[in-house]
């Protein structure tokens, strides 16, 4: 039988080889370029508006915030990009 080992619960981490680049652009400077995955953050939030990655440019400095639909969400987790769950207050 396979599944998650005894006592754990939820997905299993997958390895993801240190090799994984993403492609980028800045939109101050107009600079291409790759990132690796530690490079990148990723914020998932309740909506479409509050899902975003960001990065720092290396070129020209710039802090640049992009938004995040579900493929692209579903791109940077699986190639090792940390990501934060935003959470709404309750009313």
Known sequence: ???????????????????VRFRA??????GRFELAAGSLRLAIG??????FYSFTCPECGSAVRKPAGERIVELLTGGGVRSLRLHTAAR
């Not at 080992?5 to 993801?16: E, L, W």
């Not at 652009?25 to 107009?30: G, I, L, N, T, Y």
């Open 1 to 19: 039988m396979t599944g998650t080992p005894q006592g754990r619960s939820g997905p299993v981490p997958v390895p993801v080889a240190a090799a």
């Open 25 to 30: 652009a800045c939109p101050d400077c107009r």
């Open 46 to 51: 309740a909506s479409r508006r509050t899902t």
